[in-house]
């Protein structure tokens, strides 16, 4: 930045889609009368909410017998699907409350309303005093889970189902000249200052309608002071709907003092002009929201949200039944529960592992001439692949909830995959027609017969009976993952190995092998998973 002229960096957003408003009743009688609302779509259920939110890339038996360079392209189609779960239902359902609720005292036909806008900015405090409203209806929300595990994923595919920008001329035979913002998606700085904050949020603005708020808002010698007001004023004009802050744990580096400034701001922006805002973050963020945040949690309505892994059960069954139809190998495995389980297993119920590891065991089966899915072959790559995460999965893996909370809190987030080392070594093992069998691979495995071609119809049905199922009648929140089941078999024969040494002989045995408590005592059978107590 210059004296003379104000530089203006490039800065990529989120974006939806932009249309002109159209009208209809929202079917809630304490909504009607408000356009911010009335242009909105329609208040889904959850099938049509499910059905929003599916998606299903182009799959047909025919792909599997093309040749292997060019399946090797199909097979990442993989990481494009999205099954929609009990957990982004009832996420999908508190969203569209939150966004009805904040624009609920906020009509702009009212004569007042303009009024009451200058009033409300007017308590706009830089300094972190956190007013109280009357007028406000808006709602906020946090949303914490372990990176990975698809929160940023799942609230970007829930906030596509609404229009980003809604251009109004006229309501009622009347003239109606704006532009409203349903929803602004940022991420938090990798500072947590408030100013990076406000400039990304000029920034974004600007680049959604064309105007020119980061050159006016920014010039000169602004401080976060004075920025801080013109940011709240911005998202009053534009009638913004909701304000999704998403890396929330970056506050966690700030100086001194900034996050409690930076979520006082927020409580004002809530309070005073009634903007709703939603916050993502990673575990460790948790200690920073967990006390600072709680003039927002007392204010809420609709909860906080503890996005945690899924659970070996019916979740993960529905999950993995809809991943594992895209197969491009040439002999279609069947899911089996030792397939199931072993994937499960790998990747802890993290979807975005699970996603990777599925399509990275693809790759490898093909590049190895196996072409076919085994559980060795899942093992091989996920211990390939995921090795930045070992310390993450070790700390899902904790039965103790109380530790494993400790421990996920004390990790480092988790490092995106990198996919092209392995998609790499499958096109040179192709290349050099390297068919050498995968370390571990299991030659006793029986032949699969082909998988039925997938149908829509069939994606429908699922949908319509996973709308009506348990999954999304129940919150998916836990503190707990399924450990690895231990067959009564296998419990058997640990206890006739182990029947002449007492607990602490076992303990001591395995430690000298780097063995943990937990898992000898696990291997000797003296520990039952969960779901062996559920049956």
Same mark, same amino acid.
């Given at each position: ?27 809630? $009688? ?105 007028? $406000? ?352 078999? $296998? ?45």
């Amino acid at each position: 930045m210059t004296d003379n002229k104000v530089y203006k960096p490039p800065f990529l957003v989120f974006t939806g889609q932009k249309i002109n408003a159209i009208y209809s009743d929202p079917e809630v $009688s304490k909504y009607r009368g408000n356009p911010l609302i009335e242009a909105l779509p329609k208040i889904l259920t959850k099938l049509e909410a499910a059905k929003g939110l599916a998606k299903f890339p182009h799959y047909s038996e025919d792909m599997r017998n093309q040749p292997a360079h060019l399946r090797l392209h199909h097979i990442q189609d993989t990481l494009e699907f999205f099954t929609p779960l009990g957990i982004h239902i009832d996420l999908e359902q508190r969203i569209s409350r939150i966004i009805r609720l904040g624009y609920q005292a906020r009509n702009p036909i009212l004569p007042e309303f303009w009024q009451n806008t200058k009033r409300s900015l007017d308590l706009i405090d830089p300094n972190g005093f956190v007013p109280r409203s009357p007028r $406000s209806t808006a709602k906020s929300m946090t949303i914490i889970g372990l990176s990975g595990i698809g929160k940023s994923t799942g609230v970007e595919e829930i906030l596509l189902l609404y229009p980003q920008i809604i251009n109004h001329s006229c309501y009622l035979n009347k003239n109606l000249n704006l532009r409203q913002i349903v929803w602004l998606k940022l991420d938090c700085p990798h500072d947590g200052s408030i100013k990076g904050l406000c400039i990304n949020f000029f920034q974004a603005v600007d680049d959604l309608l064309g105007t020119q708020y980061y050159t006016r808002y920014t010039k000169g010698r602004q401080t976060v002071d004075d920025m801080i007001p013109n940011m709240a004023r911005v998202a009053s004009i534009q009638s913004l709907g909701m304000l999704v802050i998403d890396e929330i744990q970056n506050l966690s580096l700030a100086k001194s003092g900034g996050c409690q400034k930076m979520l006082n701001f927020f409580v004002q922006l809530i309070n005073t002009i009634g903007l709703p805002v939603i916050l993502v973050g990673t575990y460790k963020a948790w200690s920073v929201l967990s006390s600072e945040f709680r003039q927002i949690r007392r204010g809420t309505g609709q909860g906080d949200f503890v996005w945690d892994t899924m659970k070996e059960d019916e979740t993960w069954q529905t999950f993995v039944k809809s991943l594992w139809r895209y197969q491009y190998v040439q002999i279609a495995s069947p899911l089996t529960p030792e397939l199931s389980h072993t994937l499960y297993y790998e990747c802890q119920g993290i979807t975005d592992f699970a996603a990777k590891i599925y399509m990275l065991a693809q790759v490898r089966a093909v590049s190895s001439g196996k072409e076919r899915i085994t559980a060795s072959i899942i093992k091989s790559v996920a211990k390939d692949c995921l090795r930045t995460a070992t310390k993450v999965l070790n700390a899902l893996k904790e039965k103790d909830t109380d530790k494993k909370l400790r421990l996920l809190m004390d990790c480092e987030d988790v490092k995106p995959i990198d996919l092209e080392p392995f998609i790499e070594e499958g096109i040179e093992r192709l290349a050099n027609e390297d068919s050498s069998s995968v370390i571990g691979e299991d030659q006793s495995d029986s032949e699969s017969s082909p998988s039925e071609e997938i149908k829509q119809t069939e994606h429908s049905q699922e949908l319509s009976e996973l709308a009506n199922s348990k999954i999304l009648k129940e919150k998916e929140i836990s503190s707990t993952s399924v450990p690895i089941k231990v067959t009564q078999k $296998s419990r058997t024969s640990n206890k006739q190995t182990d029947s002449k040494h007492t607990l602490p002989e076992i303990v001591a045995k395995k430690a000298s092998t780097g063995v943990s408590c937990y898992e000898a005592l696990k291997e000797a059978g003296y520990i039952k998973s969960v779901s062996e107590y559920q049956l």
